[in-house]
């Protein structure tokens, strides 16, 4: 039986105009603050003890609860009103013996509580090569939220320049809430399996209503599955953190390289740290106070920033069919049709996943990343998916990617605060999605993945926002700080390098002039000038761009194919 609209049609204006103006405000960065209830919280996840944190010593500190990588009690010994440095007891790392060293460092899970619960952090370091030209240490943070810092560390030491390695000892460790330390826990690998192999390259009418199901259903898992955890991994906590373990390694400054999601944490710890900065390189940067404080409009510029890098790659493929291999002089449309065709008959794994349009989608997203040395390979890969054959673009999410995906999500929505309301909600994610037509609607109707579709969890997360980060982003009092944006950067778009070199009292922008995501390693002249200002702290001339990008490379040159994954975050090898 059809019913009729409470609202008198007057009404039903007025409020459509209200909202259309409301999702301006939004989109232009002018979004009213929220208020967000408090939950108490519950008790702490449990996730089995690291073989890092099983081989560390723990002496001087309190008995971890069993099966968990929380303290339900303080430090012994601490006094004052300030945390206690950890005791870094250091031991053989598990895996292969390559030089690092690993420990484990407890540190407030509240750090409103200094002597209340703590939370057991997994830290590694490669001492310098060189004791004799010591000059600290420099920690290594990975992107994300998600990727392991130990992992990022220990993978990327040896594409970092003989002058980094021989000076510094290079730290890493895992973040609260990633992998070893303590990780989230939200949906399970069931129904994110369930969730993603549902969804859609080319979504139909209701996803924008399903989406914001899925994202209430993902938030309430988080709240049953970790709820006494994530109102604490926020960056604003994640940075003092970092001062804690700048303190047990016995530094008075700290060199800090970070890219993507790191490049906030340095912003973050810089600005609540200033002094204790020596040098800080921040790479793929984040316009801070775009990011956390007004996240629809950060949004809107992520989808487009993906949709324009895809854009280019495919017109490059429309002028270079020989080279490119797909679509024939008319790319896009074939990509159009291809995720049609794998939505309507999926091609089916190994494991027995389907692989539609939407895994496309989701795997080029993160290997248009790689810039344009590897769109020969992109172009195979998609003419292989065309075709039905064995492509990586075709590999459907592994529960690692749920592992990765769950602390994306969960970490950015204790950072950001969205602006309450599902009318909002509803309006700008179908917006969103409609401004790329590449990549935007299966990514922005989705179930909770990456970056750009984290508004259906974050406004409806119930948890409180403890951890945010809420001060000034000037660092006023550091050293200079270096920032390094790509022009044509896919994830993290390049107006968000200048707005982060401008917010800086002392912040100095290097411009590398290319596609692709990040820019140290993948730019000889960038690598230099940033391994020069890590290692002397001189800085490269302001105004200074790079446009060394490689050129696309023929395909069959490489000895293993690109397989960009968002589980493992690595500096590249310099070429």
Request: glycine share 10%; proline share 8%.
């Amino acid at each position: 039986m059809q019913t009729r609209s409470a609202v008198a049609p007057h009404g039903r204006v007025v409020w459509a105009v209200a909202l259309v103006l409301t999702a301006v405000t939004a989109l232009t960065g002018t979004a009213p603050g929220t208020s967000v209830t408090a939950l108490p919280a519950t008790a702490i996840s449990t996730t089995e003890m690291s073989a890092t944190e099983a081989s560390a010593s723990t002496t001087g500190m309190s008995t971890a609860v069993s099966g968990t990588g929380v303290s339900r009690t303080g430090v012994s010994g601490a006094g004052g009103a300030g945390p206690p440095v950890p005791v870094l007891s250091w031991g053989p790392c598990a895996g292969p013996q390559d030089g690092f060293e690993c420990a484990t460092a407890r540190v407030p899970l509240d750090h409103r509580r200094p002597g209340g619960p703590t939370i057991a952090l997994a830290v590694t370091r490669r001492p310098a090569a060189d004791p004799a030209r010591r000059t600290g240490v420099l920690l290594l943070h990975p992107g994300g939220p998600g990727n392991s810092g130990v992992d990022f560390a220990r993978n990327s030491h040896a594409a970092l320049p003989a002058a980094l390695r021989d000076s510094f000892d290079v730290v890493g460790y895992d973040m609260r809430g990633v992998a070893r330390s303590a990780r989230v826990e939200c949906w399970d690998d069931e129904e994110y399996a369930a969730a993603v192999d549902a969804a859609r390259g080319v979504p139909g009418p209701g996803a924008v209503h399903g989406a914001v199901r899925q994202g209430a259903d993902f938030e309430a898992a988080c709240r049953q599955r970790s709820g006494g955890l994530v109102p604490f991994v926020g960056t604003g906590f994640n940075a003092r953190d970092i001062d804690l373990l700048r303190r047990a390694l016995g530094e008075e400054t700290l060199s800090f390289y970070g890219r993507s999601f790191g490049s906030y944490v340095g912003t973050v710890y810089a600005a609540q740290f200033p002094r204790q900065v020596r040098a800080m390189v921040l790479d793929g940067a984040y316009d801070p106070r775009v990011y956390a404080e007004v996240p629809y409009a950060y949004d809107a510029a992520q989808f487009t920033a993906l949709d324009a890098a895809v854009g280019r790659f495919l017109d490059w493929c429309a002028g270079n069919a020989a080279v490119c291999g797909f679509g024939e002089g008319r790319p896009r449309q074939a990509f159009a049709d291809l995720k049609r065709a794998l939505d309507a008959n999926p091609v089916v794994s190994a494991s027995g996943r389907p692989a539609t349009g939407y895994t496309l989608a989701y795997r080029l997203m993160f290997n248009i990343n790689a810039g344009r040395e590897v769109w020969p390979y992109l172009g195979e890969a998609l003419r292989a998916a065309q075709e039905r054959r064995a492509s990586f673009l075709l590999s459907p999410l592994s529960p690692a990617s749920f592992d990765f995906l769950t602390v994306n999500t969960a970490v950015e929505c204790a950072d950001r605060v969205y602006p309450a309301g599902r009318p909002l909600l509803n309006v700008l994610v179908g917006a969103h999605a409609a401004s790329a037509p590449l990549l935007g609607p299966p990514i922005g109707l989705g179930p909770p993945a990456y970056d750009h579709n984290h508004a259906p969890a974050c406004v409806q997360w119930q948890a409180d926002r403890p951890s945010r980060y809420e001060g000034s982003y000037r660092a006023a009092g550091s050293a200079p700080i270096l920032v390094l944006g790509t022009t044509g950067d896919p994830d993290t778009p390049y107006r968000d390098a200048v707005a982060l070199a401008g917010t800086l009292e002392n912040g100095r922008l290097l411009t590398f002039a290319a596609e692709g995501h990040t820019a140290y390693n993948r730019s000889a002249c960038v690598s230099a000038l940033a391994t020069g200002y890590l290692a002397t702290l001189a800085l490269p001339a302001r105004g200074t761009v790079c446009a060394d990008e490689a050129p696309p490379e023929p395909v069959g040159r490489r000895t293993a194919g690109p397989a960009v994954d968002e589980t493992r975050d690595v500096i590249p090898v310099l070429r």
